[in-house]
């Protein structure tokens, strides 16, 4: 059973930053195309970010510029850098690996989910 682990999250001020990190427990992880969600109360899940196993990027337009999705794959490690936080911004966060290589931005492409890290910007 593939595990995906997060860490990272904390509390932080209004333009701040943070780094999540998020630990594949498969190897062959490399292959896989890796996520990055966010999850407020009340609200459904977001799509923030995703990297193909080649090393592309995707994001929404609206945290283009201030979040950035990287990966190591010899750590089986993803990440998602977070500058210029705002207290919009204060979500669970969640690591999400796809099988394939095509990269989607909805939640039911992703077939494996880490447990989510919450992050949480005070103004």
């Known amino acids: 059973q593939v595990q995906l682990v997060e860490s990272g999250g904390g509390l932080v001020q209004a333009g701040g930053s943070l780094r999540l990190s998020c630990v594949c427990s498969?190897?062959?992880?490399?292959?896989?195309?890796m996520g990055w969600f966010r999850q407020a109360p009340g609200k459904e899940r977001e799509f923030v970010a995703a990297?193909?196993?080649?090393?592309?990027?995707f994001d929404t337009n609206a945290l283009k510029g201030r979040f950035t999705v990287s990966r190591d794959n010899a750590k089986n490690t993803v990440y998602l850098q977070m500058n210029s936080l705002r207290p919009e911004d204060t979500a669970v966060y969640y690591c999400?690996?796809?099988?394939?290589?095509?990269?989607?931005?909805?939640?039911?492409?992703?077939?494996?989910w880490g447990q989510g890290t919450q992050v949480t910007v005070s103004s």
């Open positions: 999400a690996g796809r099988t394939t290589a095509v990269v989607v931005s909805t939640p039911t492409g992703y077939n494996y």
């Open positions: 498969e190897r062959t992880s490399s292959a896989y195309t």
């Open positions: 990297i193909s196993w080649s090393g592309s990027t």
